[in-house]
């Protein structure tokens, strides 16, 4: 069973600031999901990772896996980005999912 | 372009009450997947399917059963709700190699 580990658990901070949310998992993936999910709870796909890096306007995954690691940064923080922000590593022969507990960012103005 | 539409979106039940959650999916995707959120714990799946007529168990699927007679539609039942099904439960479907597609979810409170 894969393990996912998030950190941290709680981020706050100052609109502007760079912001990075890191990812650990244990065991082989076939990819590597960050998720956002808002208050009120509808839960938004950002990106799917394999290997290397994306990026889409202000924010960047990243994924290193031989050392079973990714990262999200955010740059140039804004309220607008306050949510909760969820990894996830698929694996199995159906692509499902284990997830991380996710992280509560809450961007000040 | 609806994605993926769960229904209802906010039901209580009484203990040992039964009823099914709805999840349609307009993409054509192949995967779909039943999740449940609880408070402090990361999604867990209950069930999933890898396509039409066929389901499978996943990581805590006691007390639930499923089925997806139609390649849109997985359904989620509790046949006898219990306080400890009170979660929101989120339906996922997936063509198999890009990425998720999630609904908005439903929020179930067993009394």
């Known amino acids: 069973k894969n393990e996912v580990e998030q950190s941290p658990q709680n981020l706050t901070a100052q609109e502007g600031e760079f912001i990075t949310i890191n990812c650990s998992y244990s065991?082989?993936?076939?990819?590597l999901h960050w998720l956002q999910q808002h208050p009120g709870g509808g839960i938004v796909s950002l990106f799917m990772?394999?290997?290397g890096k994306k990026k889409h306007g202000r924010l960047i995954a990243t994924i290193n896996i031989q050392e079973k690691h990714s990262s999200l940064h955010i740059t140039a923080s804004h309220p607008r980005d306050s949510a909760v922000y969820i990894c996830a590593v698929g694996s199995g022969s159906a692509r499902q999912l284990t997830f991380g507990s996710g992280t509560q960012l809450t961007v000040l103005p | 372009n609806a994605g993926v539409t769960q229904t209802p979106k906010f039901r209580v039940l009484k203990t040992g009450q039964s009823m099914t959650l709805l999840c349609a999916q307009d993409?054509?995707?192949?995967?779909m997947y039943w999740y449940r959120q609880d408070p402090g714990m990361g999604l867990r799946l209950i069930h999933y399917s890898v396509g039409e007529g066929t389901t499978a168990k996943g990581e805590v699927p006691d007390g639930y059963n499923v089925s997806r007679l139609k390649k849109q539609n997985f359904l989620l039942g509790l046949e006898s709700a219990a306080p400890s099904q009170t979660s929101v439960y989120f339906c996922?479907?997936?063509?198999?190699?890009?990425?998720?597609?999630f609904g908005s979810g439903t929020r179930l409170t067993v009394v």
């Open positions: 996922a479907s997936s063509p198999g190699q890009f990425g998720y597609t």
């Open positions: 990772l394999s290997s």
């Open positions: 065991v082989g993936i076939s990819a």
């Open positions: 993409m054509n995707h192949e995967y």
